[in-house]
């Protein structure tokens, strides 16, 4: 098995853990694959066992309301299973196996749990209907051998009787035909949910969505996850069920009509046999190549959609700089690239689609030569032929399955390939913050301040450390200013304050997180409504501030006009691109009168304020006595603090009284 395929078993392996195992802490890569191979063995006994019995059971019934002879007469292929299900020892192996797999599915059922037990008990009843739609699909072409037969001998009665008999079955099985497209699609919808439910949890979780975006700016690892989380989960989900239960499909048609071939000729089983391997081994190389197209193909394609994505989101920087030159330039770049692999891709596709149809051209004519010698001779019937024919080619069809849905299988392996490789960042994240403690962040009890020893910040660049072995103790009610030039770590300092990233030695002693609010230059803006942009930061599970205190906290950040220009602070707009950058950091100091929070943090959080409304809102945090630590380059910032932190960005710093 090529590394490709090994890759491609293990995600399939993990994606479907997702949905049908309890879940379990990231990197979950090694959740068990014998309980999973157990289930789906369980799940496979209980469909066959229920099949086996509805079938035999609707035979016996069909015989019971229309009498052996009419029964002969409309559906003579039912011979078969009627003596096998006449037989006690068939009838209580099909009993057994039911029983069997029932009292499994009970016992899986305590352990999995309710919501894990209702999906493999759905997997179950989909498997069954597959089973039932085979056991159908074999009488239609039975049938078709009756009624070539009933024309062979000239027999009107033999002919309409078939004929009617198709017809009802058919009508009769309308309902699982239904199942089948209506059940994998619904089990596909479920399946995407709780995919996509693990893996944003995950996202979100210990600030990865930051740590990923970092790693993917420094290094290029794991670009676009919104698009993987989007587009990829759900490409590799539906084409998950569909190639699964087309894979089942197969084998069950496989099983089936090789035993319909082999009551014709078992040379004919033989010669399908070496056919196959021989074509599939012709087409197989140029899978592999479209495999490899097919991936570099959605990886472009997601590059270029994120191209356009950004275009989008700084269209006004971009209008300021009169910059459309340059991003079509980009654009176009982007773009060449997509269309050069599209054509590949295309080319292969093209050779892929010619050889699997002159593979199937020849193929249809196999096993009438196989069987004229035989016909001709008389020991073999016209129904017989027609029966061999379509058999051959539904077991050709099931054996050349993976090269039959090359396409649908190279798509796969590069949505499995990017959802693959997010599910490796995420558990890499969260094997950092479970057992990859930094020095920086030495368990300890929470300390009443701030408590900096020995610490230095290294520069994300990769260059020499910007801050070296810092001393500092920040007391409750205390408020420090943090200064130097632009480049000299300011932010990476908050970083590690914040807990975004590591410091390269020392240790720090910080309150809980809990404690802390930051207001960044520029504030950021959520999608949602007024009411919602000041509540964000507040924990969920409290309960909000009536919306007079809202309007209060927007008043005294001096946006009083919001209260004016909204009578209902539940109106939704594009506030990031509605509100000036001062407006938006006065809104920001309003979310912090609102959290009422003990520490604060603030970076350049006035930069679009003038000298007057900065006096005024850093006037509210004095009042309010709040331990704070400001990044900032105006001198007027030295008044509302009481010590000052110099960076010089190359390792040194001094701290002097402000």
């Known amino acids: 098995m090529s590394p490709t395929l090994v890759t491609f078993a293990a995600e399939f392996r993990q994606l479907a853990a997702d949905f049908l195992l309890p879940s379990r802490r990231l990197p979950s890569s090694r959740r068990p694959l014998r309980s999973f191979a157990a289930l789906l063995l369980l799940a496979a006994t209980l469909a066959l066992g229920l099949a086996a019995l509805v079938i035999g059971a609707s035979a016996q019934l069909l015989e019971a309301v229309l009498g052996p002879a009419r029964l002969d007469l409309a559906f003579p292929y039912l011979r078969g299973p009627l003596g096998l299900y006449g037989s006690d020892h068939h009838r209580w192996v099909a009993l057994g196996v039911t029983v069997a797999g029932g009292v499994g599915a009970w016992l899986a059922a305590r352990w999995l749990g309710r919501e894990l037990s209702r999906r493999w008990l759905a997997l179950a009843g989909l498997l069954l209907v597959l089973v039932v739609a ?35 079955i058919y009508l009769v099985t309308l309902p699982v035909q239904f199942l089948n497209s209506y059940g994998q699609q619904r089990f ?21 969505y930051y740590h990923l975006e970092a790693a993917a700016a420094g290094a290029g690892e794991i670009d676009n996850p919104d698009q993987r989380l989007a587009d990829d989960i ?156 379509i058999a051959f080619g539904q077991v050709q069809t099931a054996l050349s399955f993976l090269v039959v849905r090359a396409d649908d299988f190279s798509s796969l392996f590069a949505s499995l390939d990017r959802v693959g490789e997010l599910r490796g960042g995420l558990g890499a994240q969260v094997l950092l913050a479970a057992g990859g403690e930094s020095a920086a962040a030495a368990a300890s009890p929470a300390p009443v301040g701030l408590e900096l020893h020995q610490l230095s910040v290294a520069d994300p660049g990769g260059g020499p450390p910007l801050i070296e072995h810092l001393d500092l103790r920040v007391t409750p009610g205390e408020r420090l200013l943090i200064t130097g030039p632009s480049g000299c770590g300011k932010t990476s300092l908050l970083r590690v304050l914040c807990g975004l990233a590591p410091a390269s030695a020392g240790r720090l002693r910080s309150p809980d997180p809990a404690q802390w609010s930051v207001l960044p230059q520029t504030p950021y803006m959520a999608l949602g409504s007024l009411r919602e942009q000041l509540l964000y930061g507040l924990p969920l599970e409290a309960p909000p501030p009536p919306d007079g205190a809202l309007r209060s906290a927007l008043a005294a950040a001096g ?30 100091f309003a979310r912090l009168l609102l959290a009422g929070r003990p520490f604060v943090l603030l970076d350049e959080a006035t930069s679009a304020l003038d000298l007057e409304a900065e006096r005024q809102l850093y006037g509210l945090l004095e009042r309010q006595g709040v331990t704070m630590i400001s990044v900032g380059h105006r001198p007027s910032l030295r008044a509302f603090h009481q010590r000052l932190l110099r960076l010089d960005g190359r390792g040194g710093w001094t701290l002097e009284a402000a």
């Open 188 to 208: 596909a919808l479920a399946w995407r949910d709780r995919t996509t439910a693990v893996l944003s949890e995950a996202y979100l979780q210990n600030q990865n």
């Open 559 to 588: 946006v009083g006009a919001l209260n004016e220009r909204y009578g209902d602070l539940g109106v939704e707009e594009d506030w990031a691109r509605l509100l000036s950058g001062g407006e938006q950091q006065r809104l920001g």
């Open 234 to 389: 759900q490409r590799s989900v539906v084409s998950s069920t569909d190639l699964f239960f087309g894979f089942c499909t197969s084998l069950l048609s496989l099983a089936a009509y090789v035993l319909v071939l082999f009551q014709i000729s078992g040379w004919l089983v033989l010669t399908l046999l070496v056919a196959t391997a021989m074509g599939n081994g012709l087409i197989v190389p140029l899978v592999r190549r479209l495999a490899r197209l097919g991936f570099r193909q959605q990886s472009l394609e997601a590059d270029f959609r994120f191209a356009l994505m950004h275009l989008r989101s700084h269209a006004e920087s971009i209008a300021f700089l009169r910059g459309e030159a340059r991003e079509a330039r980009g654009l176009r770049g982007r773009f060449a690239r997509v269309l050069v692999n599209l054509e590949r891709l295309i080319r292969w596709r093209a050779l892929v689609e010619q050889g699997s149809g002159l593979y199937a051209f020849l193929m249809q004519f196999v096993p009438y030569l196989v069987l004229s010698g035989a016909y001709f001779g008389g020991r073999v019937s016209l129904g017989q032929l027609t029966v061999g024919s």
């Open 134 to 168: 085979t056991a159908v699909d074999v009488a239609f072409t039975e049938g078709n051998g009756a009624v070539m037969e009933a024309l062979n001998v000239r027999s009107a009665a033999r002919f309409w009787g078939t004929a009617a008999g198709l017809s009802a």
